[in-house]
């Protein structure tokens, strides 16, 4: 089954533009961490942020602001004035194992497109 | 902050050959290596969990037969893709996780390798 799902494939939108993405995950667990990853065309993962399950407060980081809520079982992503830069693949992962295992879930990925 | 150097960045071999990829922890012990792959326009998958000095666990439906990792260090560990085929060809990245002092480090991903078999 999968464990974290990202509903959109791909977005594509205009430079400036706010742009969401949504991310829903499934676990029992009661301690889980979720993730954002950035993958530019280069393939690295850029680490963005990581939410314990105790940590409900939304996050803002520059242009960047998460939204979790765990009602609804979503950790979902902003980038408000969006820039060319921004393009790139984007992964929610998710790891519900304890603070000594690091095994993550990843989410399908979005695909952003910022267009000038 | 950790960081972990992976390489090669990408690597081409003939079929049938053998390729060997490197991530070493640089600035703290990694007790444990993760070994994701990438095909195409697709997500990350979990291949194989590595702890140092023990032998790694693979995901179901990967071949350990093939896919060879050894830690044998706390600050390498290698994969290597045996008798390698073009359905093969992926990119390869690996996380670590370990310690160094008291500070816990995690999810530290290398830079990848993009194996193209042909």
């Known amino acids: 089954a999968q464990k974290v799902t990202q509903a959109q494939t791909e977005i594509s939108v205009v430079e400036k533009e706010d742009v969401t993405l949504d991310c829903v995950y499934e676990?029992?667990?009661?301690?889980?961490?979720l993730f954002w990853y950035k993958q530019p065309p280069s393939g690295e993962l850029v680490f963005l942020i990581r939410?314990?399950?105790?940590?409900?407060q939304n996050e803002i980081s520059g242009r960047y602001s998460w939204n979790f809520q765990k009602s609804t079982s979503s950790f979902n992503f902003t980038i408000t004035a969006s820039q060319v830069v921004d393009s790139a693949v984007y992964f929610c992962?998710?790891?519900?194992?304890?603070?000594?295992?690091?095994?993550?879930?990843f989410g399908a990925g979005t695909t952003v497109t910022v267009r000038a | 902050g950790a960081v972990v150097s992976q390489h090669p960045s990408w690597v081409i071999c003939k079929s049938g050959t053998s390729v060997k990829i490197e991530c070493r922890s640089l600035?703290?012990?990694?007790?444990?290596m993760f070994w994701y792959r990438q095909f195409p326009k697709q997500s990350l998958m979990l291949m194989a969990t590595?702890?140092?000095?023990?032998?790694?666990?693979?995901e179901q439906g990967v071949e350990k037969d093939k896919f060879l990792i050894n830690h044998a260090s706390l600050t390498l560990s290698t994969l290597t893709v045996t008798s390698a085929h073009p359905e093969d060809s992926s990119f390869y990245i690996c996380?670590?996780?370990?310690?160094?002092?008291?500070?816990?480090?995690?999810?530290?991903f290398g830079s990848g390798t993009r194996l193209t078999v042909v």
């Open positions: 996380s670590a996780q370990g310690t160094e002092g008291a500070h816990y480090y995690g999810y530290t």
């Open positions: 676990t029992r667990d009661t301690t889980y961490y």
């Open positions: 992962a998710l790891s519900e194992s304890p603070l000594n295992d690091y095994k993550l879930s």
């Open positions: 590595s702890n140092e000095g023990s032998k790694a666990t693979y």
């Open positions: 939410r314990n399950s105790f940590d409900e």
């Open positions: 600035d703290f012990q990694a007790t444990t």
